[in-house]
């Protein structure tokens, strides 16, 4: 089974400041079949980004995945107030499918 | 605009088995070329794959909780459904029905609300 850890656990930024979100795979995730989701409180996740660095349909721009392997990263350039969430990663590569703990973006 | 709804019992006893529904609108099971599956989230915690299920019947479940899960559906309701059996404390979560996208039909791109089963005596 692949691991999925991300870092850091909490990324405390202010609207307007880039955000590094990590996410490490414990064996190289086949054919970078590696997506990202948003969650906010009482609600399900939504899909940002699949294929390591595909938005999914309606995701904005300042949202990016990159990475290959085991390394893989999602960027958010300038964050605004509705991006303070969740993010999970999940690798879909080999099979069980699996998420990561998540990462939890806070205001500072 | 495709929507997903849970339904069932919020609380199940220890060693019954769990049972929910999904009902699909918006999009026809049986026409469909995608996949339906189950996902859930203890609370406070991460989220966990739990299996899924094409049109045809063709299934796929997380080995850790194959001897327990069974997934099905019914075209005729457009819904499908998950069952769990033996269940525990730890079972306890949030449970999402959704759709799968992609290659390996992996990829979840519509969610549905989430339902929160209990297991407590």
């Known amino acids: 089974e692949i691991v999925l850890t991300q870092s850091p656990g909490t990324l405390s930024l202010s609207p307007g400041e880039r955000a590094t979100l990590s996410c490490r795979a414990s064996q190289s995730v086949s054919s970078n079949y590696l997506a990202w989701y948003q969650q906010k409180p009482g609600q399900a996740p939504r899909l940002l980004i699949y294929?390591?660095?595909s938005r999914a349909t309606g995701i904005p721009d300042r949202f990016s995945g990159s990475g290959s392997g085991t390394d893989f990263t999602l960027t958010i350039s300038r964050l605004e107030p509705v991006d303070f969430a969740v993010y999970y990663c999940?690798?879909?590569?080999?099979?069980?499918?699996?998420f990561g703990q998540g990462t939890n973006l806070e205001i500072k | 605009q495709l929507q997903l709804q849970e339904s069932g019992p919020g609380l199940v006893k220890p060693s019954e088995t769990l049972s929910l529904t999904c009902t699909v609108s918006?999009?026809?099971?049986?026409?469909?070329?995608?996949?339906w599956g189950w996902i859930r989230q203890p609370p406070g915690k991460g989220l966990e794959w739990i299996g899924s299920i094409f049109n045809s019947g063709s299934t796929y479940y997380n080995p850790s909780l194959k001897s327990r899960v069974t997934i099905s559906v019914d075209t005729s309701k457009n819904q499908f459904s998950l069952k769990l059996s033996s269940v525990t404390a730890a079972d306890t979560a949030v449970y999402y029905c959704?759709?799968?996208?992609?290659?390996?039909?992996?990829?979840?791109?519509?969610w549905g609300q989430g339902t929160l089963v209990t297991v407590s005596s």
């Open positions: 918006g999009d026809s099971i049986s026409s469909s070329n995608y996949y």
């Open positions: 959704a759709r799968l996208w992609g290659l390996v039909a992996a990829v979840i791109d519509y």
């Open positions: 294929d390591a660095s």
């Open positions: 999940q690798q879909y590569g080999s099979s069980p499918y699996t």
